[in-house]
């Protein structure tokens, strides 16, 4: 199946199943991430993920570490996949949120991702039954470098939206996946950042002419001063004042 049937059939899936726009947003935001770290080269390094630039995804965040051939196991994940699972999934296998038949599609994405390099994206729908609400769920697989050089690191997301989670633990099966190559770009080119002007410390009032030529200031002429006349001793008196008396004691 092309690009373009992959495309057809994810948004077919999205517009039968609900998209709140969380998903979207979320999935959106992490590849925008991946994106900017890497400026138009394959894949970025792992080394380079910033906490802080992911703030608005942590929750739904996670990092994988290759293992075995379309297996990848959890270093680090935020705290929503734990509460799908009810328990902690760090070092667990990605397939441990699938059902035995999501598992396979899954892996295939999985391993897309690490040998293409890749970038994946899967709707996913969650296994239901009592005490477990309908669930939808949108997830992102993104390639990145280990210290090493070699891409067998995944940064990613899984974002889950219905009635609630229920009882755990929830697993998912996959109802569409698209599977993209990584293209080589152009780096982007960082903006030069503006001057900071005075108005961004509340000085625009205080400096009314800022970003105005000065108005030229009127030179006001000097009259010349007549030298003062030298003073001329008159009486021995005045004479005698102008003299200092050094002593050699």
């Not at 400026?39 to 990092?63: H, M, S």
Request: net charge positive; hydrophobic share 40%; glycine share 10%.
């Amino acid at each position: 199946m092309d690009n373009m049937d992959h495309d057809h059939d994810m948004k077919d899936q999205l517009a039968r199943l609900g998209d709140t726009g969380v998903g979207r947003r979320v999935v959106s935001q992490m590849r925008a991430y991946w994106e900017g770290l890497r400026q138009g080269r394959d894949v970025p390094a792992r080394a380079e993920i910033d906490p802080r630039g992911l703030q608005n995804t942590l929750e739904y965040a996670f990092i994988l570490e290759r293992v075995a051939p379309g297996m990848g196991r959890f270093r680090l994940a935020g705290m929503h996949l734990n509460d799908l699972m009810g328990m902690e999934v760090r070092g667990m296998p990605l397939t441990a949120l699938f059902t035995p038949e999501g598992r396979k599609r899954v892996a295939d994405a999985t391993e897309a991702v690490f040998s293409g390099p890749s970038i994946a994206e899967l709707v996913l729908t969650a296994e239901a039954g009592i005490g477990k609400p309908p669930m939808t769920a949108r997830m992102i697989l993104l390639p990145m470098k280990s210290d090493m050089g070699d891409v067998t690191r995944i940064l990613g997301c899984l974002v889950a939206e219905g009635q609630g989670i229920g009882r755990t633990p929830r697993r998912f099966l996959v109802e569409a996946s698209h599977v993209e190559p990584v293209k080589v770009g152009v780096p982007t080119p960082a903006k030069t950042p503006a001057p900071v002007r005075p108005e961004a410390f509340g000085l625009g009032e205080r400096l009314p002419h800022f970003g105005k030529p000065a108005a030229p200031v009127a030179q006001v002429p000097r009259v010349a001063q007549p030298p003062k006349p030298a003073f001329t001793a008159r009486t021995p008196e005045e004479r005698r004042a102008m003299f200092r008396v050094v002593s050699n004691d």
